[in-house]
């Protein structure tokens, strides 16, 4: 089985159709995908050992956990539509196929081909100006959020793209307070509350308080999930401090879960990162919070320089995007004025198919950097106070 290749996803569901792993309980797998890796963003190994993971890369590796947790789900659920036709659908039913990422593919005619076309871009994005580490750590860390997704869509079809949003918004908000409850920050954890505080607000028209982000995190898998991502966010040289510990207690009272599923993820991802420290890139960083910004800087380097003709272009033809720019560097921008910009650079990105990954889920949480960004990239005429290095 070759995920590279064409024909790979009827291949795979020949073998699993062998295996019998859609009888294991949930709360088994979800334990199974977390030494895999898939729930961490650095897939080590294949779910269930499936596949042996020596076959594969790692690009490869992510592609059939992914397909094998939403065939997991589907078979729990057990509907009557066939499973390619239902997860085909269901990507439809949140993209909007407008400036869909994903637009270019939905005139494939055969179902296998089309799913594989959609899942390569998934997970692969563009080797050309994405680094492994941001890619595993970002956008792969959040895939979760596409299988809750689709087993919200397998009950109840409707309004699954607002569901999707509304849980994302909501485990950023939950994600990040754990760093905002910190006594002493670093100034890594200061930009970091930042660039998810900026994220969140362009989503929704008011910042989802603590509050109303635990009301939305209602099902058992949505709930384990959360716990996992906090403990990530908080780990830092194995050592998860007291505040942090403080602020999971109060998570787990919110949720409702027993004191069991803290203690569980925490061990969970202190072994996973200590067993594969030297197979993981970004655990070479003392610090994951530093090393998602690092990483998530230099990607939206990237995406400006090599889009930068583009960029000029699609700017110049805004007159408010561009004062705003300009304003950028010299003070910060209220909220509404975040908001404005934030809007436009999202119109802008429509039309550069490059800068389709911030349309992923994820992919938002990068915007506040890129404003950062822009006005350091492009041409001094978007800085009138800047001075150009000498040769």
């Not at 080590?44 to 020596?54: A, E, M, R, S």
């Not at 982000?213 to 908080?234: F, G, H």
């Amino acid at each position: 089985m070759n995920p590279s290749a064409n024909g790979w996803i009827k291949k795979l569901l020949n073998l699993v159709s062998e295996t019998m792993y859609s009888q294991t309980e949930t709360d088994a797998f979800y334990i199974n995908l977390k030494r895999a890796g898939f729930i961490y963003g650095s897939n080590i190994k294949v779910v269930l050992d499936i596949v042996k993971p020596f076959e594969l890369s790692e690009e490869e590796r992510c592609k059939t956990n992914l397909l094998l947790t939403f065939y997991y789900i589907y078979n729990k659920e057990n509907p009557e539509e066939k499973f390619t036709e239902s997860l085909i659908r269901y990507y439809k039913s949140i993209t909007d196929q407008k400036r869909s990422f994903f637009e270019d593919l939905f005139s494939d005619k055969s179902p296998d081909s089309l799913l594989e076309k959609i899942i390569h871009k998934r997970i692969h994005i563009d080797d050309n100006f994405i680094s492994k580490s941001f890619n595993y750590f970002l956008i792969n860390a959040l895939l979760f959020v596409d299988v809750l997704g689709y087993q919200r869509f397998l009950k109840d079809e409707n309004n699954v793209k607002d569901y999707v949003g509304n849980l994302e918004s909501a485990l950023e908000t939950i994600v990040f307070s754990v760093i905002e409850n910190k006594t002493l920050k670093s100034e890594y954890d200061e930009n970091l509350i930042k660039l998810f505080e900026g994220s969140i607000r362009y989503k929704n028209p008011e910042l989802l308080t603590y509050n109303d982000a635990i009301s939305i995190i209602n099902e058992p898998l949505e709930k384990l999930y959360v716990i996992d991502l906090v403990c990530m966010a908080s780990w830092t040289d194995k050592i998860i401090d007291n505040e942090e510990k403080s602020f999971l207690n109060q998570l787990k009272t919110d949720l409702g879960v027993d004191n069991t599923v803290i203690v569980r993820s925490i061990n969970d991802i202190n072994l996973f990162y200590d067993e594969h420290k030297e197979d993981v890139a970004f655990l070479s960083s003392k610090n994951l919070a530093q090393s998602f910004y690092d990483n998530s800087s230099k990607v939206v380097s990237k995406l400006i320089n090599r889009n930068s003709k583009r960029l000029i272009k699609e700017l110049s033809e805004s007159k408010e995007a561009l004062y705003l720019l300009t304003q950028s560097t010299q003070r910060n921008l209220t909220d509404e004025e975040q908001k404005k910009i934030q809007t436009q650079l999202i119109d802008i990105f429509k039309s550069i198919p490059s800068l389709a990954i911030f349309m992923l889920p994820g992919g938002m949480l990068l915007l506040p950097l890129f404003i950062k960004f822009i006005p350091k990239l492009l041409p001094s005429a978007f800085d009138d106070n800047r001075i150009d290095d000498k040769d």
